[in-house]
């Protein structure tokens, strides 16, 4: 059974830092792992999305990794901004059922 | 394109009533739609997989004669949570496969969620 688990649970750095949330998974067998954005009482915003296939995707200042032999994909934010405060959560989309399995978010603050 | 419209976005009800939850694919046809359930400072479960033509497949602890879902069309697919209890208040979201998107067959888009606050 696949479980996901974001360390830390939660953050607060000061502005402008470089940061990295991470995400494990246990079965490497995924078809993508997703990075999402919820602010609070809102829906997800999509960050973004790697293949099993690819090992990373950049978008802006951000850049996920992932490694799934070793069941880990990381998120790293430059240059944080104090409008990227929010929950960030990752998913691991799971081989042979398409079913997303999230994971317990990591609440990250950034203070102006 | 890809884009999952969810309504209402907010509903408030009375103990004992029912809600009904909309999950619209707009621009593509979802074989597949998924319901997930976030309660405060939680993350998302899964709590059914909504199969068009088919009955639902609800994951374990999911009452399915309290959240009935349907997805009579290839773009619709409806949560109805029955006598609803202050305890079914939570934030509801649904996604969706676009399955004739070789590229994009195994991404889920989400709607931008319901919240149910039952009183």
């Known amino acids: 059974k696949q479980e996901v688990t974001q360390i830390p649970a939660a953050l607060s750095v000061p502005e402008g830092e470089n940061l990295v949330l991470n995400c494990s998974f246990t079965?490497?067998?995924?078809?993508?792992l997703q990075w999402f954005r919820q602010d609070p009482g809102k829906g997800l915003t999509s960050l973004l999305l790697i293949q099993s296939s690819q090992r990373e995707q950049t978008s802006g200042r951000l850049n996920a990794s992932l490694d799934k032999s070793s069941g880990r994909s990381t998120l790293y934010i430059a240059a944080s901004q104090p409008g990227d405060s929010a929950t960030y959560l990752c998913?691991?989309?799971?081989?042979?059922?398409?079913?997303?399995?999230f994971g317990t978010g990591t609440r990250l603050k950034v203070l102006a | 394109g890809a884009v999952v419209s969810q309504h209402p976005s907010w509903v408030i009800c009375k103990s004992g009533t029912s809600v009904k939850i909309e999950c619209r694919s707009l621009?593509?046809?979802?074989?597949?739609m998924f319901w997930y359930r976030q309660f405060p400072k939680q993350s998302l479960m899964l709590m059914a997989t909504s199969n068009e033509g088919s009955k639902a497949t609800y994951e374990q602890g999911v009452e399915k004669d309290k959240f009935l879902i349907n997805h009579a069309s290839l773009t619709l697919s409806t949560l109805t949570v029955t006598s609803a209890h202050p305890e079914d208040s939570s934030f509801y979201i649904c996604?969706?496969?676009?399955?004739?998107?070789?590229?994009?067959?195994?991404?889920?888009?989400f709607g931008a969620g319901t919240r149910l606050s039952v009183l």
């Open positions: 079965d490497s067998a995924i078809y993508n």
């Open positions: 621009d593509f046809q979802a074989t597949t």
């Open positions: 996604s969706a496969r676009d399955p004739l998107r070789e590229s994009a067959k195994n991404i889920q888009y």
């Open positions: 998913a691991a989309s799971t081989s042979g059922t398409y079913k997303y399995i």
